[in-house]
Structure formats: C-alpha cells, structure tokens
Nanobody, 118 residues
Framework: QVQVVESGGGLVQPGGSLRLACAASGTAFSRFDMGWYRQAPGKQRELVATITRGGNSNYAETVKGRFTISRDNAQKTVYLQMNSLKPEDTAVYFC????????????WGQGTQVTVSS
C-alpha cells in the first residue's frame, strides 16, 4: 500500500523561505515520478513542480527561479525549496507519487498548508 506524507508547511512573511518534504512508501522510492501541486481557496489544484525517476524537473512558470524540487532516493523523500515567497503562493500544497508508468496511477498526500502573510 502506497503512503504519501507531506511536512514542512507553515506561516512565513513575504520574501521568506520554506522547505517542504514528502515521504512516499509502499514500493521502491526510485520507482516514483514525484510532483508538488497546490490548491488555493476557491481555485483548482495546479501543478507546481515535478521530478522524474531520472531526476528531470519541470516547473510552473509562476514559480520558476524561486522554487526548487529535488529528491533523495536513499531518504525516500522529495523536497520543495521555496524562496522569495509571495502572498499568492498561499495554498495547500499536495505531494503526488506517480506510478502511471506501471499502470498503477498516482497517490496523493493529505496536504500541508503554506501561508505567506505579513
């Protein structure tokens, strides 16, 4: 059974930084393509960043240059380093562990709240 657990959210002032972490288990972590998504109140969930099994990353235009996704297969964890945070980054951030390439679909965590406010 795949489990996905996020951590690291909180309240930060504009211009500040946060690092989110996501641990996925249930199969070898190196099998997952991993992604971070976010959902602000009244809005649809949107992609923030993804990183493939091979380490290739992709970012939404709104976070390019400010956010960095990385993975540590030994720690079975993916990270999202968020710098120069803006109020519009406020959202619940969700981690997705994707096994679509195995025909098994994606698995979501419960989400972690990020609030950027002075």
């Amino acid at each position: 059974q795949v489990q996905v657990v996020e951590s690291g959210g909180g309240l930060v002032q504009p211009g500040g930084s946060l690092r989110l972490a996501c641990a996925a288990s249930g199969t070898a972590f190196s099998r997952f393509d991993m992604g971070w998504y976010r959902q602000a109140p009244g809005k649809q969930r949107e992609l923030v960043a993804t990183i493939t099994r091979g380490g290739n990353s992709n970012y939404a235009e709104t976070v390019k240059g400010r956010f960095t996704i990385s993975r540590d297969n030994a720690q079975k964890t993916v990270y999202l380093q968020m710098n120069s945070l803006k109020p519009e980054d406020t959202a619940v951030y969700f981690c997705n562990a994707d096994l679509s390439w195995l025909g098994r679909g994606g698995y979501w965590g419960q989400g972690t709240q990020v609030t950027v406010s002075s």
